[in-house]
Structures are given as C-alpha cells and as structure tokens.
T-cell receptor, first 112, second 114 residues
Framework: KAGVTQTPRYLIKTRGQQVTLSCSPISGHRSVSWYQQTPGQGLQFLFE???????NKGNFPGRFSGRQFSNSRSEMNVSTLELGDSALYLCASSFTGSGEQYFGPGTRLTVT | AQKITQTQPGMFVQEKEAVTLDCTYDTSDQSYGLFWYKQPSSGEMIFLIY??????QNATEGRYSLNFQKARKSANLVISASQLGDSAMYFCAMREGGARQLTFGSGTQLTVLP
C-alpha cells in the first residue's frame, strides 16, 4: 500500500505571494491533518479534514486555509506569505482521524 | 502548562545497547492516546508505537516498547539493541479524548555511536 505523498517537496516563495501544497493520503484513509513544523514552535496542528469537511482547526490566522476533495486528497493554501511561514509542512492521514496518523515526507517551504 | 514534556534534548547511545527516551504528559481526560514518532533528517515522521490510556499491557513493536506508567503520567520509549539507523529525532505525542489532532513534545535527538 502506497504511503502518504506530498507535493511539491521543496518550494521557495517571496513574501506576499501565495502557495498551495498538496497531500494524497493512504488509500482508504478519509482523514487528513496538516501540521507546521518550525525550529522555534515545534510541531503545531493546522487543521483536519474528513469527508471533505473541516472538523478541527488550530490557532493559525485566516491566511492558512485548506480543503479536501471527494477522493480524500487535500490541499492547503497560504496567502500573503510572511517570512515566518517558512517551515516544514506535514500532512498526516488516518482512517477515521481517531487512530494512528501516518505522515508524508513533508513540503519544505522557504519564504524570502 | 506543557501537555507533552520531553526533557532530554539530546541522547547518545552505543550501538547494540538499549536506550530509554522520556516522555511525560498532562491531561485531565480519562481517554487518551500516546504516540511515538521518529523523524530522520529527511523530515518524514515515521509512526513507531501507540498506547491507549485503557490498555492494560505496555505496547511493543519489534525493538520498540512503550513503558506506560499511568499514575506517573509517563510514556517512555525503550529502544532495544540500538542500530546506527536509529539516529534521528524522536517525538512523543498525545491525542486527548475525542480530539483529532496530536499534541507533540519538543523531541529528543538520539545519536547512536558505532
């Protein structure tokens, strides 16, 4: 069974731009969660989607948004990028959201 | 208060020896889950082991075991027979009650010495 895939793996953007990251969960998994990892703040929860609905959201500004498609693939979008948005963005999938979460390789975003 | 505390920023262990990575947690929920993940320098978070709050037995997965002491609110990871490939950052995480998200500790950087 294929694991969680994330694209792109690396991204360099300029302040003020927007970016879209993609995550394909493990086949059969319907829950997708997103996390941001930075050296200063560690791993922080962004949001979770299940069956195309956002079920939970972390403490991030509205510039961070996401969506989930009918095939469970998910995208997250960050608008008006700031230098502090530079981070590793990790996507995790699980069958229902309450079981083990399996992570993808992450997208490393650098904002200059 | 920190929900997950990992007090060892860095640990060294000799190859083939066992090592214990500490994790304490704080929750008022009766139902919760505890997880350990490994993150190599490549960045991917690899799921290692899970312990539910109602599980009577300590979880084991191959060379990994979780030393769960509920009264002390600790969930230490024990790696037996360390290998060079075990060198990585290790994160303890918790999911409380009906929450969907995981709360992570700050991690322990483990280095296995040849």
């Amino acid at each position: 069974k294929a694991g969680v895939t994330q694209t792109p793996r690396y991204l360099i953007k300029t302040r003020g731009q927007q970016v879209t990251l993609s995550c394909s969960p493990i086949s059969g998994h319907r829950s997708v969660s997103w996390y941001q990892q930075t050296p200063g703040q560690g791993l922080q929860f962004l949001f979770e989607y299940f069956s195309e609905t956002q079920r939970n959201k972390g403490n991030f500004p509205g510039r961070f948004s996401g969506r989930q498609f009918s095939n469970s693939r998910s995208e997250m979008n960050v608008s008006t990028l700031e230098l502090g948005d530079s981070a590793l963005y990790l996507c995790a999938s699980s069958f229902t959201g309450s079981g083990e979460q399996y992570f993808g390789p992450g997208t490393r975003l650098t904002v200059t | 208060a920190q929900k997950i505390t990992q007090t060892q920023p860095g640990m060294f262990v000799q190859e083939k020896e066992a090592v214990t990575l500490d994790c304490t947690y704080d929750t008022s929920d009766q139902s919760y889950g505890l997880f350990w993940y490994k993150q190599p320098s490549s960045g991917e978070m690899i799921f290692l082991i899970y312990q539910g709050s109602y599980d009577e037995q300590n979880a084991t997965e191959g060379r990994y075991s979780l030393n769960f002491q509920k009264a002390r609110k600790s969930a230490n990871l024990v790696i037996s027979a360390s290998q060079l490939g075990d060198s990585a950052m290790y994160f303890c995480a918790m999911r409380e009650g009906g929450a969907r998200q995981l709360t992570f500790g700050s991690g322990t950087q483990l280095t296995v010495l040849p």
